[in-house]
């Protein structure tokens, strides 16, 4: 009978260190889990942030490209031309909606 105790204690007592390893491992899962969800949006904010530089880059380039390329001036009436057929098309947008609303 005392070795059925000694093995029953045995055994209760690896139980419990199991328990509490099980305890710990979920706890450590729990806070990765939390880290992995923080990374994961930390890299999806610095991606849309590279494309927002990357674009503001291309639009640099290009700005700079155009000034090297011809006058100033010039660059200046083609922007003030392309402000008046963006606003022009917003017109003829804005009637056709008009028409089609009736």
Same mark, same amino acid.
């Not at 000694?6 to 706890?27: G, R, S």
């Not at 939390?34 to 994961?40: F, P, Q, W, Y």
């Not at 494309?51 to 880059?57: H, T, V, Y």
């Not at 392309?82 to 909606?97: P, Y």
């Given at each position: 009978?005392?070795?059925?105790?000694? &093995?029953?204690?045995?055994?209760? %007592?690896?139980?419990?260190?199991? !328990?509490?390893?099980?305890?710990?491992?979920?706890?450590?899962?729990?806070?990765?889990?939390?880290?992995?969800? %923080?990374?994961?949006?930390? =890299?999806?904010? &610095?991606?849309?942030?590279?494309?927002?530089? $990357?674009? !503001?880059?291309? =639009? &640099? %380039?290009?700005?700079?490209?155009?000034?090297?390329?011809? +006058?100033? !001036?010039?660059?200046? !009436?083609? =922007?003030?031309?392309?402000?008046? +057929?963006? +606003?022009? $098309?917003?017109?003829?947008?804005?009637?056709?909606?008009?028409? %089609? +609303?009736?």
């Amino acid at each position: 009978m005392a070795a059925f105790l000694t &093995l029953y204690h045995q055994i209760e %007592t690896k139980l419990f260190k199991i !328990k509490q390893i099980v305890e710990e491992k979920t706890e450590e899962n729990k806070t990765l889990k939390k880290n992995l969800t %923080t990374a994961l949006d930390k =890299i999806e904010y &610095l991606e849309n942030e590279n494309r927002l530089l $990357c674009d !503001k880059n291309k =639009i &640099l %380039t290009i700005t700079k490209t155009a000034l090297y390329k011809e +006058d100033k !001036k010039q660059t200046e !009436k083609k =922007i003030e031309k392309l402000v008046r +057929d963006i +606003d022009h $098309c917003m017109e003829l947008l804005n009637s056709m909606q008009w028409k %089609t +609303d009736l």
